[in-house]
């Protein structure tokens, strides 16, 4: 079984051990448990910059969710193994009271009855505090600004944490919780992250941080797998809270296969899950979609929803301000490359917009078609560059607007051009988004001097994977060797993840990795289809020569914005 925690909904899907989709079924949080008030799966206070949800609403969902797949007929005595995915960097608040209430828990009963807060002040229940900070929180420039400074710079703590200080990283967010509420700090026996708060409700005692979702928190030692105890002193004020913070914290196992232990009384009493059902680590949601396939280290993701992600899976730790590195879930000496932008599928409509007031695609496709790569007519022409964000955005760290720039390679020439609209903009907006993803993961494996590797294969989720002159464009400057290919496992590719875990966790033989036995059962042909070629010869090398010019020109503006 595989859970996914996200915002607005819990997703489970159930798997046979041939991979195979036996059940699934979900709980909307804003549909099912409109009575917490959240919209879109949150509350918020504007005046803060804050965006946070209560545990107890998904304390409501797990009951909700294992009680639809009862009703879609899941036997639970079949269940071997179950294993999760949460939503990145939150965190989840453990009273002292917490660890006997989750040991004893009456099967009879729902999960709110027993772990949630009690009427009056009978019983504080299990949270020291009823919310959960989202990753949309940004409630925490003050701690990321400590963060940034304690290990000297951005790119000191980039490369021991594998990112910069993000407002939605657990470390700021633990310090702003210490310094806004110091009494309940001080109730709090344990902080758990999303994925590990789910999977202790089924473990029935407080589960250990995953060791790669542990990786997004701004508090672990990358390369030395480790808590680092300068960053711990800063979240927690001094170097004599560090061991207290530690032990709030817990322990992080290195093997992210193996069992944290068995199914909680409860759950086999109330569903009939078997008492040797195996609760395998529970992940991020982010490394969980890593695991929706068996990616190979060459091999990248690109989703393409309203904003864009890229992950890789790289033997190379080569972190950088810019994006994020983290550990694999599954297969340690493996990281986990991604990058995140704010602007992916807003900015595509934006152009689309321009371009037809019909808001068609079809006019969009035609001209991006039509448009020769970098709007060059000729060997001899310019190459025509651009950025575009309705929204301001994080790489690079910019406001709002529209910059469109030629670049003759030859003299190295960089000019700014009319910010106003042209056609050619449907063809240059998808090449920004996809010359930005090279330009970043080119460091990968070889200087930034020289053209960047070529991955075995792209595989293209979201909305835009739909859309096969995206796809087309995404192949020709990313240069995937084998091609493009859509992953068609609609929405659920955090859950599905999760369950292939599990498969793993529960089956897998001694030394045996993660692609090697999901590799070995994967049915291709029935969640991938290709949908572009991929690598062209001449274009590629082109477009390598563009990313220099791109550079430059994300420099620049940059330099601009800097200067206002």
């Excluded at 060791?211 to 004599?240: Q, R």
Aim: aromatic share 10%; hydrophobic share 35%; net charge negative.
């Amino acid at each position: 079984m595989g859970l996914d925690l996200s915002t607005q909904q819990l997703k489970g899907i159930v798997v046979d051990s041939d991979l195979t989709l036996a059940h699934e079924a979900k709980v909307d949080f804003d549909a099912d448990l409109y009575k917490y008030g959240i919209v879109k799966g949150v509350l918020t206070n504007p005046s803060e910059g804050e965006v946070f949800a209560p545990p107890a609403m998904w304390l409501e969902a797990v009951d909700l969710v294992l009680d639809r797949l009862k009703q879609a007929g899941l036997d639970f005595s079949r269940v071997k193994g179950i294993s999760g995915a949460g939503m990145q960097h939150g965190t989840v608040f453990w009273s002292k009271d917490a660890g006997n209430i989750l040991v004893n828990l009456d099967s009879g009963k729902s999960l709110i009855a027993q772990l949630g807060p009690g009427s009056g002040d009978e019983r504080k229940g299990a949270f020291a505090h009823s919310m959960s900070p989202n990753w949309q929180d940004a409630s925490t420039q003050k701690q990321c600004d400590a963060f940034d400074a304690e290990l000297g710079d951005s790119e000191t703590l980039a490369r021991v944490t594998g990112s910069k200080a993000h407002h939605r990283f657990s470390g700021a967010q633990i310090l702003r919780y210490r310094t806004k509420y110091p009494e309940h700090y001080e109730e709090t026996a344990r902080i758990s992250l999303v994925s590990s708060f789910l999977a202790s409700i089924f473990l029935g005692r407080v589960a250990p941080i995953d060791i790669s979702d542990v990786t997004g928190m701004n508090l672990w030692d990358v390369n030395n797998g480790a808590w680092n105890e300068t960053l711990l002193a800063l979240t927690a004020g001094s170097k004599e809270g560090v061991a207290e913070l530690k032990q709030k914290l817990g322990k992080v196992p290195e093997d992210g296969g193996e069992a944290f232990g068995t199914v909680s009384k409860y759950f086999t009493g109330r569903y009939g899950f078997p008492s040797d059902c195996a609760i395998i680590p529970f992940t991020g949601d982010n490394p969980a979609t890593i695991l929706a396939l068996p990616l190979r280290p060459s091999d990248a993701m690109v989703s393409l929803g309203t904003s864009t992600t890229f992950l890789m899976s790289t033997p190379e730790y080569k972190p950088d301000p810019a994006y994020h590195f983290m550990n694999h879930p599954t297969t340690p000496g493996l990281y986990m490359f991604m990058l995140c932008y704010k602007n992916g599928g807003l900015a595509r409509e934006q152009i689309r917009d321009q371009l037809d007031s019909s808001k068609s695609w079809g006019t969009f496709n035609s001209r991006a078609r039509s448009t020769p790569p970098l709007s060059q007519a000729s060997d001899s022409d310019s190459m025509r560059l651009g950025l575009y964000f309705p929204r301001p955005e994080i790489v690079p760290n910019v406001p709002a607007g529209q910059w469109r720039y030629t670049y003759n390679p030859k003299s190295k020439d960089l000019k700014s051009q009319s910010t106003t609209f042209v056609p050619d903009d449907a063809r240059t907006i998808l090449e920004s988004q996809f010359l930005s993803l090279r330009l970043r993961s080119q460091a990968l494996v070889r200087p930034t001097d020289s053209l960047p590797p070529q991955p075995r294969r792209v595989y293209l989720v979201g909305g835009g994977s739909a859309n096969p002159d995206i796809a087309k464009i995404c192949g020709e400057v990313l240069g995937s060797v084998e091609g493009v290919y859509k992953l068609d496992i609609g929405g659920n590719a955090c859950a599905l993840g999760a369950a292939y875990k599990a498969v793993w966790g529960c089956e897998r033989s001694d030394g045996e990795t993660f692609e090697e036995l999901i590799g070995g059962r994967w049915d291709e042909e029935a969640f991938v289809k290709k949908v572009a070629e991929g690598y062209k010869e001449g274009t590629f090398e082109r477009y390598g020569v563009a990313v220099e010019g791109f550079d430059r020109m994300e420099g620049r503006v940059l330099g601009e914005v800097k200067g206002k």
